[in-house]
């Protein structure tokens, strides 16, 4: 991999572009988010409460984006749609 490919890769402080991620790691970032989530909306200051409520949308969105038909489980709807 060339230097630049690095750098797209590595993207800026904000995270690597959720598009260059592979599906693996795309679903590791967000278990990450997911996990941090409370912590961070209880007592992260608002810099960071930001970046996390950004990176998650980047994150899901690229999520959605990939797999459009996702297999909903039944179980989890609390109304018919």
């Known amino acids: 991999m060339s ?8 993207g800026t402080e904000q995270g690597i572009d959720p598009a260059g991620l592979a599906d693996d790691d795309l679903i590791r970032e967000l278990g990450s988010l997911h ?3 409370l912590a ?5 200051p608002e810099a ?3 970046n996390h409520l950004r990176r998650t949308a980047e994150l899901e969105t690229e999520y959605l984006a990939r797999h459009p038909g996702r297999e909903v489980d039944p179980h989890r709807l609390t109304q018919d749609f």
Not at 3 to 10: F, M, P, Y
Not at 40 to 44: I, K
């Open 40 to 44: 961070t909306l209880r007592h992260g």
């Open 48 to 50: 960071a409460l930001a």
């Open 3 to 10: 230097d630049s490919e690095v750098g797209d890769r590595v």
């Open 35 to 37: 996990r941090t989530r």
